[in-house]
């Protein structure tokens, strides 16, 4: 530790106004502070600060999103195996490794694209380099489908870093979720790669069972009966992107984040009860299998639960008062079973909910905080 | 019994070196100062020159804007020195003390009316211990304040026991209240912690409001009560008023001098023996630590940790303050101290468990634990100001500089140490209070 600090010391005048590599200051600053707190001293107001800091809330979400992670890549495994046209033996180990082969170059290219980008705006416009994306580029392998041509993760990753949150200003100014805006660029961009028969790894080589690649929301769209058991939407060992199918996986996360307190319980909640009370408003009305399918198991189908924990909360795009929390929640709650059963083309309504409700959460604010002022000036008559 | 106002949200924070209930010696200080510095928005305007004697209670400087309200030697002696810092501006006016303080005498009025007690405190220099809410500025003596608030009790880090250092002075607290209570039309609210059996002689005074508050910091802090009580609408005025400087007030009716001697207490984890020391409003610190300052490299505060100012260890006493904090500084590197915290650090983070739930005592050092960044986290503020104000967005109405907003938003109500919590627990590690005294001093000079 002391020669890396000294290592450091000896280095840092390069990176300093007048050292010859101070272009590359903000990446310099990034890696110091990442290893060391810097020794700064608090210069005007409250002499002392609590121990938190936004890298350790980022680093938190990251250690949330491990369980659905870890599930996910040998979920991958274990769906190519359990599929494959002439059946292999398999152990969970074979599963893992399969899995990881597959995950992890995803995880490498979201990274090496977005924090290059990330770093090379933050170098151009004399900004710390900030921690937001060690989350996005964690969310972004996790809700894309296995097989997805690494290419398309780098584009799909370069436009949500540059559209969705440098335009804005960074970390902290964006309007959308960044790890969301990849993946609806992806839907929308690249239809015919994000749909179908896509969602087992190695159906396109032929591999396995073209058959088996349905998810359960593609089955309901296409207006089949749902067949999947609860149990197993719930576990997880079923089709679908890498780390979003396991309802289980996201709970331990949403109970790490709530129990942390870095993740907002008030959005998580009322997000599931948005979509309980929606689907059980379609359950009286009956009609199709769409809507007499059990209000509960629109929370564990689909990326519902994935959504609900980690991209609802995104405390950025989200609501940033209290009531206004409780209504953007809900909201997408109620739109994302909206979503699903009256449009199948569009099998995944958590999506577009959260980014629908990213919009509207200023507006939903403000009328929180108009509220507000009303109150205060109805003290005056009072 | 009075009303108990539970307040539910705060923080309190518990930090090492709270002061003992003992009076140190009195040690004899030669050097004392008056910072203009201390005074949002104030420009003074010098009445003395390097070289002049004064007594207590002469005027050393006057508010450029408003020459009634003058600002009075503490004690008598030599006007050594008149510090400009940037721009001329006048930093401190030193002093050197006589070893026996020459009072100035004032004429008392026989019957107290509301002019007469007006003109005695702006002569002796006593008005400027009236603060105005809104903006958190000396009262304007033309205002019409709806009620007179004070706090009688310190909520904050290490904060004063007043039951303690006013204990000597109840006859000249009650006299003080009487003079106040003629300067309002409204009434005097006492404010008392709840269930505190050592506040009679706050509870015992006649012709006052007394309210009771419970729950952690800020329950101590004036603009939370005046919130619950009564709260600040356009227009409105209300004044505050520390307990020790209500002290100073009746000290100057029953003797006619300015006599601001008063117990301050010397607290932090840097002193070897956190205590009570008897001294007098302006003094040079160093004299008063002797050598009970610890530590190699320890921040002096003039007032607490949230929202005091770092004096050095040869600054002057602030002008409102009478606890001085030392905390060690944390100008050091902390090897992946984010991830790792090699040591216990306040906070209200349920991610730091050790810090959060096993400790209960802090050695608080003046490491933000974090750099600056965007704001990300939000309902954090919210959490530890226990008023009807949406932090974050009075906050961005300021830094918008939109003087609509920031009114209907409750800049009114608030001061920079009612946010002092929010600053102390960002993530973002965001100047709360610096932002907040820009919104406040824009508004006192657009008014």
């Not at chain 1, 197993?232 to 709530?258: Q, W």
């Not at chain 2, 227009?235 to 008023?241: E, H, K, Q, S």
């Not at chain 2, 949406?390 to 300021?398: E, N």
Request: glycine share 10%; proline share 5%; hydrophobic share 45%.
């Amino acid at each position: 530790m002391k020669f890396l600090r000294d290592t450091l010391d000896k280095v840092k005048p390069n990176f300093e106004k007048g050292g010859k590599l101070y272009f590359l200051h903000s990446s310099f600053d990034a890696i110091e502070t990442f290893m060391f707190v810097p020794n700064h001293t608090t210069k005007s107001g409250s002499h002392i600060r609590d121990g938190i800091d936004l890298k350790r809330t980022m680093f938190f979400v990251i250690i949330a999103l491990i369980p659905a992670l870890l599930f996910g890549i040998y979920n991958v495994g274990y769906q190519h195996y359990s599929n494959l046209v002439t059946p292999e033996a398999h152990t969970f180990i074979d599963c893992f490794l399969f899995g990881a082969l597959k995950v992890l170059p995803i995880i490498a290219v979201s990274y090496i694209v977005g924090l290059g980008i990330e770093f090379a705006f933050c170098q151009v416009n004399g900004h710390p380099v900030n921690e937001g994306f060690l989350v996005s580029g964690m969310l972004i392998p996790l809700i894309v489908p296995a097989d997805i041509p690494l290419w398309m993760v780098a584009v799909s990753t370069a436009f949500a870093v540059i559209i969705g949150k440098e335009v804005f200003g960074g970390t902290g100014m964006n309007i959308l979720n960044p790890a969301l805006t990849s993946r609806v660029f992806l839907y929308i961009a690249y239809p015919v790669e994000m749909a179908g028969d896509i969602w087992v790894s190695g159906i396109k080589e032929g591999l396995v069972d073209a058959s088996s690649g349905a998810t359960a929301l593609g089955e309901l769209g296409a207006g089949n009966e749902y067949t999947v058991s609860a149990m197993d939407s719930f576990i997880g060992l079923i089709p679908g992107s890498v780390g979003e199918t396991s309802a289980l996986m996201c709970l331990i996360g949403a109970a790490f984040l709530i129990v942390t307190g870095i993740g907002s319980w008030r959005i998580m909640l009322s997000t599931v009860l948005g979509a309980l009370g929606m689907g059980l408003i379609l359950n009286m009305i009956g009609g199709n299998p769409y809507y007499e399918l059990p209000a509960y198991q629109h929370l564990i189908i689909g990326g519902f639960a994935f959504g609900a924990v980690f991209m609802a909360t995104d405390p950025v795009s989200a609501a940033h008062t209290t009531m206004g929390k409780w209504i953007y929640g809900a909201l997408i709650g109620v739109l994302t079973v909206l979503i699903r059963v009256f449009n199948p083309a569009y099998p995944e309504g958590i999506m577009f909910a959260i980014l629908f409700m990213n919009v509207m959460a200023p507006l939903v604010d403000n009328y929180v905080v108009k509220s507000n002022i009303k109150r205060r000036l109805s003290r005056v008559k009072a | 019994m009075s009303k108990v106002i539970k307040i539910r949200k705060g923080k309190d924070i518990s930090l090492v070196g709270a002061a003992e209930k003992t009076v140190a010696a009195r040690t004899l200080s030669s050097s004392f100062a008056i910072k203009p510095t201390d005074f949002k928005t104030l420009v003074p305007k010098l009445a003395v020159k390097a070289g002049e004697e004064v007594k207590a209670g002469d005027v050393l400087f006057f508010d450029k804007t408003n020459s009634d309200i003058k600002f009075t030697a503490p004690v008598s002696g030599e006007v050594a020195e008149v510090v400009r810092g940037e721009r001329r501006a006048i930093q401190e006016i030193r002093i050197l003390a006589d070893s026996e303080i020459q009072y100035k005498s004032f004429n008392i009025p026989s019957s107290l009316d509301k002019e007469n007690v007006k003109s005695l405190l702006l002569e002796s220099g006593l008005w400027t211990y009236l603060v105005q809410r809104p903006y958190g500025v000396i009262a304007d003596p033309s205002a019409e304040p709806k009620a007179i608030h004070i706090s009688c009790f310190d909520s904050a880090p290490l904060g004063v026991d007043y039951n303690f250092s006013l204990s000597e002075d109840e006859a000249a607290f009650k006299q003080g209240i009487e003079a106040l209570r003629v300067l309002t039309t409204g009434k005097v609210h006492l404010n008392v912690r709840a269930n505190d059996s050592n506040a009679s002689m706050f509870t015992n005074v006649g012709g006052v409001e007394v309210t009771s508050f419970s729950g952690a910091h800020p329950a101590g802090l004036v603009g939370v009560q005046i919130h619950h009580i009564d709260p600040i609408n356009k227009g409105d005025v209300v004044w505050t008023i520390n307990p020790q400087h209500v002290v100073f007030i009746g000290r100057l009716l029953s003797s006619g001098k300015v006599d601001l001697t008063q117990k301050v207490a010397l607290v932090g984890s840097e002193l070897s023996n956190p205590q009570y020391i008897q001294t007098i409003v302006g003094v040079n610190v160093e004299s008063l630590f002797a050598d009970n300052l610890k530590g190699e490299n320890p921040r002096v505060i003039s007032g607490n940790v949230l929202t005091g100012s770092n004096i050095g260890s040869n600054g002057y006493l602030g002008h409102f303050d009478h606890m001085i904090s030392a905390i060690p500084e944390g100008n050091h590197y902390e090897f992946m101290g984010w991830l790792f915290p090699s040591y216990a650090r306040p906070t209200v983070s349920n991610s730091l468990p050790i810090s959060k739930f096993l400790k209960k005592t802090f050695v608080a050092n003046t490491n933000p634990h974090g750099e600056e960044r965007a704001f990300v986290m939000t309902g954090q503020y919210e959490k530890v100001l226990p008023m009807d104000v949406m932090p974050v967005q009075l906050l961005k109405s300021i830094l918008a500089e939109d003087l609509e907003a920031m009114e209907n938003l409750g800049i009114y109500e608030v001061i920079e140490e009612d946010l002092a919590l929010c600053e102390f627990v960002c993530t973002s590690k965001i100047d709360v209070q610096k932002i907040l005294k820009g919104g406040l001093e824009l508004m006192a000079l657009e008014s």
